[in-house]
Structure formats: C-alpha cells, structure tokens
C-alpha cells in the first residue's frame, strides 16, 4: 500500500501571503511546513537570559542573522525535506498540509508514518467509515508527529481540524485522542503543542486544556481581543500573522484598530504584535508570543525582543548572508521588552475579562474575514487528507 503516487504537491511556504483580497478566497498550496516552531521554554530561558543582557548588540564581524537570534528565536518558515544542513529546524508542526505533501512526493522518511497508520489494524477494524476514517487521520499524524520529535530539540505542535473550530467538547476529544497516540509512541507531554483555532470555542478549549497540563498554541489571531483573550486562557503559544493583516489594510477599510494604528504611522500587524507583547508582559500573563507572516528584514527588525519569528527562506537567506557592522541602517536593538512593557498604557475597554459575546463585539471585520478566511483553507486540506485516504483504503491485503 502506498500514498497515491499521482499526486501533484507544489513545495512552497505556507500560504502566509496567499489571501486573495479581491476574491477572497485562499490560494493554498500543499507546503512541506516545518514551520511553526517552538523550542522548549528551557531552551528560551538561556535565549532570553543572554538577550537581556544588553539592548544592542556590537555586530562587528557577525552576520546579521546572529545578531537577531540574539533577540528572538529566528524560526525557519519552511524547510524542505533534504535541506536541514541550511536551516536545521529547532521543532515541527504536523498538519494537513504536511500529511498531503508526505503522500504526493516519490519518497519521504516519513511516508512510512503514513503508511503504517493506514494499515492500523485498530482503525482497519472499526466499522463506522467515518471513524475509521478519523482513526487513521489521527494515526497519521502522530506517526509523523513522533518521527518529528527524534529529529528536533523543540517541540512538535499538531494541528487540531480546523472543522471543528467552533466546538469546544469536540476540540479536547481531538486533543485528547492525539495526545493518547503520542504517549504510545513515548513521546512526553512537554515535547508536544496542540494548534487550535483562536474562535471563542477554541480560547476556551486552551483555557481547560491548559488547566489539565496540555500546552496549546492558539494561531489565526487577528486582533487584540483575541490575543488578549487568549492570553487569559493561559495559552502556551499565542500566534499573529503580521503581513496578512498589513494585506487586508491595503484594500479594505472599516477596522477601528487598523485605522488607529495607520493614524499612528504604525503597520497594523506590528502594532498588534508589540500591543500583545506589552499586555503578556504588564500583566503576568504566561504566553509566549510568535510572529508568524513576517515579509522582510525590516519586518523582523522591529519585532526583536519578541519570543518567535517565523521568517521565510528568503529573508532568513539574506540575513544569513548580510555581514552587520556598528553603522548598519539598521541597529540590532530589542524593540520589545518586560521593562517597556510596563510603561504601556491600556484603555479600560482593552483590560475586560473577556466572554463569547464580549469578543464576538470587539473583533472587528479584519479579524472576523481573516479568521473565516484561514479556516477555510485549513478546513479543505482536512478534506483533502480525508478524500485521499479514503481512495487509497483498503491496502490489497485488508
């Protein structure tokens, strides 16, 4: 049994930059994402014990990619399979997208996690095709998942099926059922996240989640109630796409913070990014913050201090091979801070301790069409998987 050798998969970075403004749609490709992150909190201590240490950097003789990671972890977008020597992964994220990917290249070190899960005799013997479906899914990817976590000292985040953003019981069943997977596979708590939709189903399905030890990294956020929101459930890992943001200012109008934040002279992704920052920090928040659809060096430049950068290929290339020097344009000083953070001010309206009504009320249309947009995709790709499982089920020897 193989994964369908006739599939087409077009190796790109995810579809960060791929919001189609005026279709409104998302031209989402299959990515091979070892993307999204996150070393353990162990590893950041050291990280930002030594970024702490100075608010500028002397770059004589360092290239300019040192001198950012000394700021924030600089995280590889994505990564190719047979490219780890350029840009070693520090930890992995499983989703839809990757399942898709393993089964439409010629030959992967993880189609045999596929492989093996498709001829799961547990799931094989199920007589419900819906469950059996999902039980291979689910298999799927802990299998890839664990193979992930031999190859990188951070920890793996699972993508939780984006079909099921908007039920909170439905969303701990899926978390529950993969982290049980993975305990098999003896891979320990610590080294795993759960990646959840940041509807209010989700912010609460973190917030118990949480509550029982499960770390969870809530992504698609798109406003400060959301972030602030998500950060109050505790979340591990709270995720803002930066460029999409920056891409529905561009053609669309009606968005108080957006406005407020062009008013300012500010992009409206890096406002919300530091926004964020500053309220984890001003108010003992647990989170650690990533900045995700981050387009250029001067991007990332304005967001050092903060925990992760996702970077692309391209701009990680170019910082790579940049030499820094004391008079660059551009100095390497942390942008973001605990200290800065406390000397913010929030408004009375920003500090609520937030509900489902509350929240619905305060995101506004960027956020809404952003969120709705990101689903979507992320839920087509689960079908895709699905449909492709079910043409490629049963093995000939079942």
Request: proline share 5%.
């Amino acid at each position: 049994m193989r994964c369908n050798p006739k599939m087409s998969v077009t190796l790109q970075t995810p579809p960060s930059a791929a919001f189609s403004l005026a279709e409104g749609t998302w031209r989402s490709s299959f990515s091979i994402a070892f993307s999204v992150s996150l070393r353990s909190p162990s590893n950041f201590t050291t990280l930002q014990a030594r970024s702490s240490a100075s608010s500028s950097i002397n770059a004589a003789s360092t290239t300019e990619l040192d001198a950012v990671s000394a700021f924030s972890e600089i995280v590889p977008d994505t990564v190719i399979f047979d490219d780890f020597q350029k840009f070693p992964p520090t930890a992995a994220t499983v989703s839809s997208s990757l399942l898709l990917g393993i089964c439409g290249l010629p030959d992967t070190i993880f189609r045999n996690a596929v492989e093996m899960a498709l001829a799961d005799s547990e799931c094989y013997g199920l007589g419900n095709p819906n469950a059996r479906l999902s039980c291979f899914v689910n298999k799927a990817f802990a299998n890839v998942g664990s193979d992930l976590a031999k190859l990188v000292p951070g920890r793996v985040s699972t993508e939780v099926d984006a079909r099921l953003a908007y039920d909170t019981h439905a969303i701990i069943r899926k978390v529950h059922d993969l982290l049980k997977l993975y305990n098999d596979s003896n891979v320990p708590p610590h080294r795993l996240l759960f990646k959840i939709p940041s509807t209010w189903q989700g912010i609460e399905a973190a917030r118990l989640l949480e509550s029982e030890g499960i770390q969870t990294h809530l992504t698609f956020v798109f406003s400060f109630a959301q972030a602030s929101a998500a950060a109050q459930a505790g979340a591990s890992v709270i995720q803002i796409f930066v460029g999409r943001l920056r891409d529905w200012a561009r053609n669309h109008s009606g968005d108080t913070d957006i406005e407020s934040a062009q008013l300012r002279g500010e992009d409206p992704g890096l406002a919300l990014v530091t926004k964020t920052y500053n309220y984890i920090h001003k108010y003992g928040h647990k989170s650690k913050l990533m900045a995700a659809a981050v387009r250029n060096k001067q991007d990332l430049f304005s967001l050092l201090g903060i925990d992760y950068i996702i970077a692309p290929l391209k701009v990680l290339q170019s910082l790579k091979e940049s030499i820094a020097s004391p008079d660059e344009k551009y100095s390497f000083v942390r942008r973001l801070s605990p200290q800065s953070a406390l000397k913010y001010v929030f408004n009375d309206e920003e500090l609520v301790k937030w509900d489902q009504d509350s929240l619905a009320n305060a995101m506004g249309p960027a956020a809404v069409q952003l969120l709705a947009a990101g689903l979507d995709s992320h839920a087509d790709q689960a079908k895709r998987v699905e449909d492709l499982f079910g043409k490629i089920w049963p093995p000939p020897n079942v």
